[in-house]
């Protein structure tokens, strides 16, 4: 199995890399993890509470080149969305964008489950309602 040059490229040089004040209550943090290879990815972001744009995002994840890559890209793909757009985020985008191979489709849903679990975080420390559509996302 070969990576492409972009998961070699976030692999070697990962964006956004580091943690935030988790007690903030501007900062999301979603933990997750794949039982079945022992990744684990915790994504934080931090949202201006006036107009719900993420305005930092950073991770850390204990996982092989393409999780890491899934954790880097998804970290600059939210960055400056609203948290509305960033849950427009798919693990098929990701697919696409890293071209992860089928053994590797886990991780981007790792990221995907990531990027949810920070904005459900968030949510909740702000008393921001889930919508129909994230709360039946966020179980899938």
Known sequence: MAYSDKVIDHYNNPRNVGQMDKSSDEVGTGLVGA???????RLQIRV????????EAKFKTF????AIASSSLATEW????TVAEALE?????????LALPPVKIHCSVL???????AIGDWKKKNGVAETAEAVAVAAH
Do not use: W, Y
């Open 35 to 41: 039982p079945e290879c022992g990744d684990v990815m």
């Open 48 to 55: 201006n509470p006036e107009t719900q744009v993420i305005e």
């Open 63 to 66: 996982g092989c080149g393409s």
């Open 78 to 81: 939210v960055k400056g969305k």
């Open 89 to 97: 985020i798919k693990n098929t985008d990701i697919v696409k964008e």
């Open 111 to 117: 990221a995907e489950d990531a990027i949810r679990a």
